[in-house]
C-alpha cells in the first residue's frame, strides 16, 4: 500500500514548479497560466533518514533500500470548485484519492506571474481551498441524508449512528468548522473515515517564498505560519525557484556546498519529504543484513504481524515472532552479534506495536 501528498493550491501558485524540483524531473508543465496541470503528475521521494546510512555501514550490504512518500501534483482549483468552477470537478475527485493534503500557498511577489485574484494573500487563499473542501463535503453528506434517515426509521443500529455523525458534521461544516477539527472516539472515527470526506485529511502548508526569503521567510508566510498555528497545521517555508536550482545539481557533495553557500543545513524538499511523511502518521522499521538493508514504511501503531506482512504476504501468515532491536541499541553495540551477546535483541509477539526505529528479523513458517 502506497502512502501520498496531494499538492494542491490556486493557479499560478508554484505547485508544479515545486513538484519538479521535488522528484528531480520536468513532468509537470510549470506555465504563467491557470490551469497548465490537466491530469494530475505523481513522483515518489526518498526520505533522506540518517539512520539507514549509518546501518549500511555497519553491514556493508549489497543493497541499501530507503523508504519513500509520493507526491501527486493536482491541478489549480478556483473559488467556485465545488460548483465545478475551473476544473472543480476534477480537482475535488483527485484530492479523494490522496491520503493527505500539501498546500502550497504564494508568498512572493512578482508582477511577471499573475495571482487568479491579483491579490498576494496566502490566508485568503488557504481559506478559499478549506472553503472549498467544506462545500464539496456537505453537498455530499446532504445528498446521502434521505437514504441514512430512511434506513434509520427501519431500526438499523448502523444507520443510526451514521446519521448521529453526520448530522454533527453537517453542523459544523455549515458553521465553517472542517470536519478534521471535530473529535469524535474510535468508533466513531472509523464511521467518519468510510465517508471519505475532503475536509478530514491532514494538511500541511507549504509557503513558497522568493530566494531571498528561503532562509528566514518574509511578512507573508510568517503570517501563514501564524495562522496554521490557530489551526494546528504546520507550515514548511521554502522557494520553489531555488529549489528546482538546487535539484539540478546531482552530485551530493556539490549539493552540500551549495547549500552551506546558502546557509542552509537542508534543502526545503528534504524539509518537506519528511514532514509529509509525519503528516501522515508513518514510522519507519528496519531490516538489516549483508544482502540488503532496507526501510519499511508503516502506519504508526501497526503490531508485528501486519508490519510483516510489508515484507512478505508468507511472513504474515506464517507469523512465529519478530526478534526486535532499537536503532540506538543496535548501533551502540556495533550491530547485531554484539548485540545478541548483551542480550538486547528481545522476542516480540504479534501483538507489539513496532517503535519507529526498530530493527527487527520475523521468524516464520509456512
Partial sequence: MGFNCGIVGLPNVGKSTL?????????AAAENYPFCTIEPNIGRVAINDKRISELSKL???????????????IA???KGASKGEGLGNQFLGNIREVDAICHVLRCFENNDITHVNNEINPISDAEIIETELMLAD?????????????????????ANKQLSIIKIIIENLEAGKPAREILFNKDEDNIVS?????????????ANVDEDSAISGNNFSKNLINYGKEKSIQTITLSAK????IALIKDKNERKEFLNILNLTESGLEKLAVAGYSLLNLITFFTAGPKEVRAWTIKNGTNAKEAARK?????????IAAETISYNEYISS???QIAKEKGLIRTEGKDYNVIDGDIMLFRFNI
Fill in 19 to 27: 513538484f519538479n524540483a521535488l522528484t528531480e524531473n520536468t513532468n
Fill in 59 to 73: 553491514n556493508n550490504p549489497k543493497q541499501t533500500t530507503p523508504t519513500f512518500v509520493e507526491f501527486v501534483d
Fill in 76 to 78: 489549480g482549483l478556483v
Fill in 138 to 158: 456537505l453537498e455530499s453528506l446532504v445528498k446521502r441524508l434521505p437514504g441514512i434517515e430512511k434506513k434509520s426509521k427501519t431500526g438499523d443500529k448502523i
Fill in 194 to 206: 468510510s465517508l471519505n470526506l475532503l475536509s478530514t485529511k491532514p494538511v500541511l502548508y507549504i
Fill in 242 to 245: 531555488l529549489e528546482s536550482e
Fill in 311 to 319: 515484507i512478505h504476504e508468507d511472513f504474515y501468515r506464517g507469523f
Fill in 334 to 336: 556495533g550491530g547485531e
